[in-house]
């Protein structure tokens, strides 16, 4: 075993067991943080509250209006940065907990774990040795436009904290309880919104061939989306239009509306298709209004890119994950969006989904459910998948090419 692999494992038993002691304050935190939810936008009071937890451990600076980001370990070199987002929902709690929220906003997607989470790690990692720099990044604006992460990123933080990888973790009650999903490639979609416009000359229903048939232009072209689909896309690679809305007219039956008009949702997973499915849409609605004497103007509206884990991280953080005792999953891959994409834009990085439980709940509720409540067990979850990324991007900055023999071991068992 390379004397560098040796050090990160020694770091990965003191880490571990620094963290058992941290997640019973960190439980009772992440009530804390439950119970004063923060929507999209206003994200301010929790982060001055995580600000306050870490006061002794990392020094923070203001980014993306109500977000922070510091750094510990080494001041200098290249760095890897641990996500945790801020925002809560617009939800009305009905889980009945103690620590429920009663001000219209609720942590429904978990989101109070993630910075339970996070502190605990960070907590658990004074007077240990990193080897590489540690970037805590406090996301607000995870659940709205415009996207915290992609603030983050077009303010150059990763540039200026010289960060090469970031890791996040998702509780998520898909996967199976207390164990993480990792897996490279895929994750989750790119998310565009198409708005097309149909415009022509209104008239009188009585009156059809003097006027131009927007309804059944539109409808046209409703129906044609499946179609482009199919013919544009590799069925090999999920892709879909769904229509969100769809108007026109006025509520007038006798009046032929001079407009009308689609607003869609655009997921694909591969980069290559989202220019050829929009170009291809646009066109078909151009031909298919202009078949009827009207026009088609056609908007893409730009959203997310679809996530793509780095796959040596993510093999490297399965290892790690055994190691640290956390069972592996199956991976969690949806035509879904996080915007967690616009850092595996920016720099390969890595998305973990952590299974968690609402005890008492069956079926289990989904995410952003009113009943959504993971239990305690689930901070601790989460700190050791973002430990695992930290320790497997520690891999690659250290230049230690990933050999799972090298990694056969329980942490604990001495290298
Ligand atoms: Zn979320």
């Not at 995870?142 to 090469?164: C, M, N, T």
């Not at 097309?196 to 061939?209: K, L, N, Q, T, W």
Request: aromatic letters at 4%; one cysteine or more.
């Amino acid at each position: 075993m390379s004397p560098t692999i040796t050090r990160l494992t020694r770091l990965a038993t003191a880490w571990d067991a620094a963290l058992e002691h941290e997640l019973p304050a960190a439980a009772r935190l992440r009530e804390e943080l439950h119970a004063a939810p923060c929507v999209s936008g206003h994200e301010r009071p929790a982060t001055d509250r995580l600000i306050a937890e870490l006061g002794d451990v990392v020094a923070f600076e203001p980014v993306a209006d109500a977000g922070a980001v510091g750094r510990i370990g080494p001041a200098v070199g290249a760095a890897i940065a641990v996500r945790a987002e801020l925002d809560a929902l617009p939800v009305t709690e009905l889980t009945g907990a103690a620590f429920a929220a009663d001000n219209g906003a609720m942590h429904a997607c978990g989101h109070d774990v993630h910075q339970a989470a996070l502190v605990a790690l960070l907590r658990a990692a004074r007077g240990l040795e990193l080897p590489v720099g540690l970037v805590p990044l406090l996301q607000p604006r995870e659940e709205s436009y415009p996207s915290g992460a992609l603030d983050i990123v077009d303010a150059g933080v990763l540039d200026r904290f010289a960060i090469a990888h970031v890791i996040g973790a998702h509780v998520h009650p898909g996967v199976p309880d207390g164990a993480v999903a990792s897996g490279g490639g895929f994750i989750n979609a790119a998310a565009d919104e198409i708005e097309i416009r149909v415009r022509g000359r209104g008239g009188h229903a009585a009156y059809p061939h003097e006027a131009n048939d927007t309804v059944a232009a539109i409808a046209q072209i409703a129906l044609g989306i499946p179609e482009v689909v199919r013919r544009s896309v590799s069925p090999l690679r999920p892709a879909i239009i769904s229509i969100g809305t769809l108007t026109a007219g006025e509520g007038a039956a006798n009046v032929l509306p001079a407009e009308a008009r689609i607003f869609a949702t655009m997921r694909t997973t591969d980069p290559a298709d989202r220019a050829t499915l929009f170009a291809a849409v646009q066109d078909m609605a151009g031909r298919t209004a202009e078949a009827y004497g009207a026009v088609a103007t056609v908007r893409r509206i730009e959203g997310e890119p679809a996530l793509i884990n780095d796959v040596a991280l993510a093999a490297g953080a399965d290892d790690w994950l055994t190691r640290l005792g956390v069972d592996g999953a199956q991976p969690m891959r949806s035509l879904g969006a996080d915007d967690f994409s616009y850092y595996c834009d920016a720099v390969p990085s890595l998305m973990l989904f952590v299974g968690v439980r609402t005890p008492g709940e069956d079926p289990q509720p989904a995410l952003h459910h009113p009943r959504f409540l993971p239990d305690d067990a689930a901070v601790g979850t989460v700190a050791r998948a973002l430990m695992a990324g930290y320790l497997a991007a520690a891999e690659r900055v250290l230049g230690i090419e990933h050999h799972r023999n090298d990694l056969a071991g329980p942490v604990g068992a001495d290298a």
